[in-house]
T-cell receptor, first 116, second 115 residues
Framework: SAVISQKPSRDICQRGTSLTIQCQVDSQVTMMFWYRQQPGQSLTLIAT?????????ESGFVIDKFPISRPNLTFSTLTVSNMSPEDSSIYLCSVRMTGSSYNEQFFGPGTRLTVL | AQKVTQAQTEISVVEKEDVTLDCVYETRDTTYYLFWYKQPPSGELVFLIRRNSFDEQNEISGRYSWNFQKSTSSFNFTITASQVVDSAVYFCALSYYNQGGKLIFGQGTELSVKP
């Protein structure tokens, strides 16, 4: 497995502002993903963070709202832009390990975001 | 359609009871992977098991066991002799070989184990 850290662990933000969430892995990984978990709900994939190129977004999520960077094989950021209360969620980074059995995925501890 | 259904929203049991969490999936693909994750109140998602579509062998890990049946598209999870520490939300998820590993989650089952 891998040790995955996220910063910040939680934050309370004002409407209209932006927050950047960082995901750091202690080893190189093949794939990195960002998921959202709205209160009391399941997890929904936002996008796949591609190293050195633009992220691949799922239906319903756009780059202007959730810009993602992945400058190397161990780090990615997700920005939640122009926030509204509906963006209050847990945001989770997930990784698939390089060289591991296909599709073993591990999750970071999550970032709890509250938008007022 | 690609879909995972966990029909049980909440389950409450008394400690030491056995409990089964149901998971039914829909897929057109022949190669896929099924997962179970545990999410305790702390919020972190804990990997429990991964199964590929070619391996229908049931698995046991301590008090946990999983029953994979392709004929009914089910991947059920049983906890034997439940403990208070088992209280959490449990998610079943589906992934496809040709989709880069992204996970499709069920709605989750909240398990409450009372002393």
């Amino acid at each position: 497995s891998a040790v995955i850290s996220q910063k910040p662990s939680r934050d309370i933000c004002q409407r209209g502002t932006s927050l950047t969430i960082q995901c750091q892995v202690d080893s190189q990984v093949t794939m990195m993903f960002w998921y959202r978990q709205q209160p009391g709900q399941s997890l929904t994939l936002i996008a796949t963070a591609n190293q050195g190129s633009e992220a691949t977004y799922e239906s319903g999520f756009v780059i202007d709202k959730f810009p993602i960077s992945r400058p190397n094989l161990t780090f990615s950021t997700l920005t939640v832009s122009n926030m509204s209360p509906e963006d209050s969620s847990i945001y989770l980074c997930s990784v698939r390990m390089t060289g591991s059995s296909y599709n073993e995925q591990f999750f970071g501890p999550g970032t709890r975001l509250t938008v007022l | 359609a690609q879909k995972v259904t966990q029909a049980q929203t909440e389950i409450s049991v008394v400690e030491k009871e056995d409990v089964t969490l149901d998971c039914v999936y829909e897929t057109r693909d022949t190669t896929y992977y099924l997962f179970w994750y545990k999410q305790p109140p702390s919020g972190e998602l804990v990997f429990l098991i991964r199964r590929n579509s070619f391996d229908e062998q049931n698995e046991i890990s301590g008090r946990y066991s999983w029953n994979f049946q392709k004929s009914t598209s089910s991947f059920n999870f049983t906890i034997t002799a439940s403990q208070v520490v088992d209280s959490a939300v449990y998610f079943c998820a589906l992934s496809y070989y040709n989709q880069g590993g992204k996970l499709i989650f069920g709605q989750g089952t909240e398990l409450s184990v009372k002393p």
